[in-house]
């Protein structure tokens, strides 16, 4: 029989999922957590579920912002909503034909490495199709958030759509209610934080 585990890592896209969407923002100032965002990302802490960012960034690429700009405004999500585990960034743009910017799969990829989880363990979280189809490519669940500004096709296509975050947390904790293994793999776990 299947047995339902706790996620290996939560990693949620960044604009429209974890903090309003101000395009190519690089003002720390105008960063404002989504609704609920503070109290899921502090019950996947409590319940030792790690999370991660896996964020598009292409006005890096497009000059709109500087890399020390986008540092400050992932510097003040981290104020506002505490640390997390792993930061993946794609600061390319569709032209540049990287593996790492969503709908690809290689910042889900990315994360999981850091984190020493298998995609296939991981949950990601988004608001646009782009995010859903980055987890499907990564072999890993995706959960869709929609916004007034998410299409109506992109919600239809999703495997799994929730209301918001707190929603998002009920269905992944859900599945883990039963207490943690005694004996865990002591690489199951990430040490402190990753960059890159
Ligand atoms: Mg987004
Ligand atoms: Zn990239």
Redesign the pocket.
């Known amino acids: 029989m299947f047995e339902k585990r706790r996620p290996g890592a939560v990693l949620f896209d960044r604009d429209g999922t974890l903090i309003r969407d101000v395009p190519y923002n690089g003002n720390p100032d105008l960063v404002e957590p989504m609704p609920g965002a503070m109290e899921a990302v502090a019950r996947l802490r409590r319940a030792e579920v790690p999370v991660a960012v896996v964020t598009n960034q292409s006005g890096v690429a497009k000059g709109l912002l500087s890399p020390d700009d986008m540092d400050q405004v992932n510097a003040r999500v981290e104020e506002l909503l505490g640390p997390f585990d792993a930061w993946a960034i794609?600061?390319?743009d569709d032209a540049?034909g990287?593996?790492?910017?969503k709908p690809a799969p290689?910042l889900v990829i990315r994360a999981a490495a850091v984190l020493d989880v298998s995609p296939r363990d991981c949950v990601v979280v988004g608001d646009i199709g782009r995010d859903m189809e980055a987890a499907r490519a990564a072999g890993a669940r995706g959960i869709l958030v929609p916004t007034p500004q998410t299409r109506q096709e992109e919600i239809l296509q999703a495997a799994e759509v929730a209301d918001d975050l707190i929603d998002v947390v009920d269905l992944v904790l859900s599945d883990a209610e039963a207490p943690v293994p005694a004996i865990s793999a002591p690489w199951a776990r990430a040490l402190g934080w990753s960059r890159w």
């Open positions: 794609c600061v390319h540049d990287c593996t790492c910017r290689g």
